[in-house]
């Protein structure tokens, strides 16, 4: 048997403990403190959404596998990612069923948090309860025994950030695992109209499923026409297809019965309310429809101004040791392929995105920082007004904040968006807003093309472009949302209401930040890396062969050899000029040149197009491999951004200007040149319908913008 095998059997041994609760209850926190650095990433079975496995060790117990549960509100599942969190809960859909399940209530609102609870109970699940915030909660905290007590269920309080009741927890855990309570607990009882509906919901679920009242529950209010649920059979729903005023009656019967419970037993244990007063006096500055939106913008200044200035010094040592490293390699090994290959195309490829790798992880690490403290949630509150202008859902802002990192996690968290139609909108133009990935595009142009002045002898202009183009992608998305959901039939649709809960400000835990910028800098190296080592080795290959032009139109060894040693650099120039152009890759460039001149590009800037289509930073890992193969002896140790300041057109003029560098910035904030978005659209939309349409509809507008900028700019004589 295989060492993977063998240890697959082996966890698939060890009990299983779900984490589970609302959002922002300190469940990441908890997770951290129960698992250490021993969790792993990976997806649900079948299933793109990050999943989180770790390992605890229980005293009495043993090691047991910790899972990581995305927050949710409910049970009542009507989207995708509610049904995740049901069947990882229940262990449907091939999952191991739990074998204790640990709740997080904020002890801050309890009794609202205390939902769940019930609702696990009803399933019968084994619950323990991790009473969290009870430091921001203080006296308003409830005793954690005469909790339990009421709950039925033992409840720990537990401050995991600081260690607190950790301990009391694994100790708790281990008796449940010990002695795992199966009983479907009901803290409210169904009338005679809605058991008659339990009975026969209960005759008709699948034979994988609980046979219990919650699951024939669940099915009468989550299972409905329009609802985005899969697996469920067309006999259920034919059962549970119910008038919308049945189907509200059963809703309030739930809720309300289990908030009765509620009120009457839990809420008598809060003999204080706690004190937001506070989070009121700030929320009436950050949250104000004006104030707060200039807060806002000068925070996003602030944060990306900080990202170009502070990681430019970090940008040219990189620049500088890859240019060494290259040009060492070259001298140990003079005219070798192998010494070519690897310098133009591993480290000229790599290492030309791998330099902006601190940019990335500045803006992974402040937006963490701005999540965690409770701001983030205030600034989707802040823009509902605006995006409803635009007919965007309120909760479609944290995704398309989420593009600015990435697209491809960003499509994915729509899922937390209701309806269909408002996730397809939100995935029509979260492209649009500025990812991570055009940042070493941005930093390449801007730092190559535009002179670092200051604005009024103050304001850096090369800072005030980077938020420029930011700006200037979030303005495009809002726009296109407006336009898009007038002019598609499929998009065309009332828009609901936001609701949102605003969690307090907290300070912004440092360990689970980093463990997230840890997380999301991985993926987005070792993704980003196979992708770049691919491309720039066929690009590299596309570059340097065929290695002597087909048609020369001279003899460059004979001419280079009978002039004089001063002049041999300039027709060494001219003769590897020819033979990039008769390369493969310049043949591509060459047929797209007609289609992108009017754009101001050339043909190497249509090579460098080309592999942006693999993912946007490659077209950095391209420009490095395309002006690293230039065999001027003074020019190896240049940087791409001088290269880039020196190249010349055939009569003499600079290739690259400003007005070329503000064409490209705009077609490169346009495009959707990356095909693992397209996939995730794919994907998440289940039709390859609207990856095309997106691909199309973005391409024919970044050339249409970057055209009317550079043909306007030529006629203003810029």
């Not at 069947?87 to 091939?94: F, I, Y």
């Not at 739990?98 to 948090?113: E, G, L, M, N």
């Not at 019968?124 to 909660?137: I, K, Y």
């Not at 046979?211 to 299972?223: E, G, K, P, R």
Request: proline share 6%; hydrophobic share 50%; with cysteine.
């Amino acid at each position: 048997m295989s060492e993977r095998s063998t240890q697959s059997k082996s966890e698939s041994s060890r009990p299983l403990v779900a984490l589970a609760g609302h959002p922002n209850t300190g469940k990441t926190t908890l997770f951290n403190a129960l698992t250490g650095s021993r969790a792993r990433v990976g997806n649900y079975p079948g299933i793109t959404v990050e999943r989180r496995v770790g390992e605890a060790n229980l005293e009495g117990v043993g090691p047991v596998d910790v899972v990581d549960i995305p927050g949710t509100y409910s049970l009542v599942a009507r989207t995708g990612e509610e049904q995740i969190a049901l069947d990882a809960m229940l262990g449907l859909v091939g999952q191991r069923r739990p074998d204790a399940v640990v709740i997080c209530v904020d002890a801050t609102q309890f009794v609202r948090s205390s939902h769940l609870v019930l609702q696990a109970q009803e399933f019968g699940l084994p619950v323990l309860v991790a009473l969290t915030m009870t430091d921001e909660a203080k006296q308003a905290a409830p005793d954690p025994v005469e909790m339990g007590r009421r709950l039925q269920c033992e409840v720990v309080s537990v401050l995991a950030a600081q260690g607190r009741g950790v301990a009391e927890l694994n100790a708790a855990l281990a008796r449940r695992l010990r002695n795992p309570d199966r009983r479907e607990i009901w803290h409210w009882q169904p009338t005679a109209w809605l058991r008659k509906l339990l009975d026969q919901t209960r005759a008709a679920l699948p034979a994988e499923w609980p046979a219990c009242d919650a699951m024939a529950l669940w099915a009468l209010m989550s299972v409905e026409t329009g609802d985005e649920l899969h697996g469920i059979p067309a006999a259920l729903r034919q059962v549970v297809h119910l008038p919308s005023e049945a189907r509200k009656h059963i809703d309030d019967e739930a809720i309300l019965g289990r908030y009765a419970f509620m009120d009457a037993t839990l809420a008598p244990l809060g003999h204080h309310q706690p004190d937001q007063s506070l989070t009121e006096r700030v929320d009436r500055i950050l949250i104000h429809p004006w104030l707060g939106l200039l807060i806002f913008l000068l925070l996003m200044f602030a944060l990306f101004e900080g990202l170009f200035a502070g990681a430019n010094p970090v940008i040219h040592l990189i620049e500088k040791l890859v240019a060494m490293a290259g040009d060492g390699l070259k001298h140990a090994l003079p005219g070798s392929i192998l010494a070519h290959f690897v310098a133009d195309g591993l480290l000229a490829g790599v290492g030309a995105v791998a330099m902006f790798l601190p940019q990335i992880l500045a803006l992974f690490f402040f937006l963490g920082l701005l999540e965690d403290s409770g701001y983030l949630a205030r600034v989707a509150f802040l823009m509902d007004r605006p995006m409803r202008a635009m007919h965007l859902h309120g909760r479609a802002f944290i995704p398309l904040l989420a593009g600015f990192a990435c697209a491809v996690p960003a499509i994915l968290s729509t899922r937390t968006i209701e309806r269909r139609r408002d996730r397809v909108l939100a995935m029509m133009v979260i492209p649009l807003t500025t990812c991570s990935a055009r940042l070493p595009v941005y930093t390449l142009i801007i730092g190559s093309l535009f002179p670092a002045r200051r604005l009024g002898g103050v304001l850096p202009t090369q800072g005030l472009l980077v938020v420029f183009m930011y700006a200037f992608g979030m303005a495009t998305a809002l726009l296109a949302a407006l336009i898009l959901s007038r002019a598609l039939p499929p998009l065309r649709s009332r828009r609901l209401p936001l609701v949102l809960e605003l969690p307090p400000y907290r300070r912004p835990r440092l360990r689970d930040v980093l463990g997230m910028v840890w997380d999301r800098s991985r993926r987005f190296v070792t993704d980003a890396g196979t992708l770049i080592v691919i491309c720039s080795v066929l690009l590299w290959g596309l570059l340097d062969f065929p290695r002597e032009p087909a048609r020369p139109s001279r003899d460059w060894k004979a001419t280079i050899a009978q002039v004089e040693v001063t002049a041999r650099p300039q027709l060494e120039r001219a003769a590897e000029a020819e033979r990039m152009q008769q390369s493969y890759a310049g043949r591509i460039g060459k047929l797209m040149e007609p289609a992108i001149a009017p754009l101001g590009f050339d043909w190497k800037i249509g090579i460098g197009l080309v592999g942006a289509f693999a993912a946007r930073e490659v077209f950095v890992a391209t420009m490095g491999v395309v002006y690293g193969l230039e065999p001027d002896a003074a020019q190896t140790s240049l940087t791409l951004r001088e290269k880039l300041r020196q190249e010349k057109r055939p009569d003499g003029t600079p290739l690259y200007t400003p007005l070329v560098g503000l064409s490209l910035l705009l077609f490169f904030a346009l495009a959707c040149q990356c095909t693992s978005t397209l996939a995730a659209v794919r994907r998440e939309t289940g039709s390859l319908r609207w990856p095309l349409f997106l691909f199309a509809y973005t391409s024919a507008l970044a050339w249409l913008v970057s055209f009317a900028v550079y043909q306007t700019g030529r006629v203003l004589g810029l």
